[in-house]
């Protein structure tokens, strides 16, 4: 059993930044992709940002240039520093792990919400 947990949600005023981390904890052997989903009010879930166990990393277009994902193999955690936040980018942040415990599952944390405010 992996749990996901997210932290770093909150309240800002447009442009202002935040940074959400997500640790994973459990019998975990080795984590491949680690990325970063979001879902506004009345939208579906959309694909922000993710990393490799490479490091490469993809962004939505939206985020490019304001966002940067990293993670850190020693904690088993992953990171979004958000940047030039915009009321466009409210949403409930979700991380998603591919995660090999020992059998290669997928899984979801359970939520930090944002707010930008303008």
């Known amino acids: 059993q992996v749990r996901l947990v997210e932290s770093g949600g909150g309240l800002v005023q447009a442009g202002g930044s935040l940074r959400l981390s997500c640790a994973a904890d459990?019998?975990?052997?080795?984590?491949?992709?680690m990325g970063w989903y979001r879902q506004a009010p009345g939208k579906q879930r959309e694909l922000v940002a993710t990393?490799?166990?490479?490091?490469?990393?993809n962004y939505a277009d939206s985020v490019k240039g304001r966002f940067t994902i990293s993670r850190d193999n020693t904690k088993n955690m992953v990171y979004l520093q958000m940047n030039s936040l915009k009321p466009e980018d409210t949403a409930v942040y979700y991380c998603?792990?591919?995660?090999?415990?020992?059998?290669?599952?997928?899984?979801w944390g359970q939520g930090t919400q944002v707010t930008v405010s303008s």
């Open positions: 990393i490799r166990s490479g490091g490469s990393t």
């Open positions: 459990g019998r975990i052997f080795t984590i491949n992709t």
């Open positions: 998603n792990l591919d995660v090999y415990a020992p059998r290669l599952g997928n899984y």
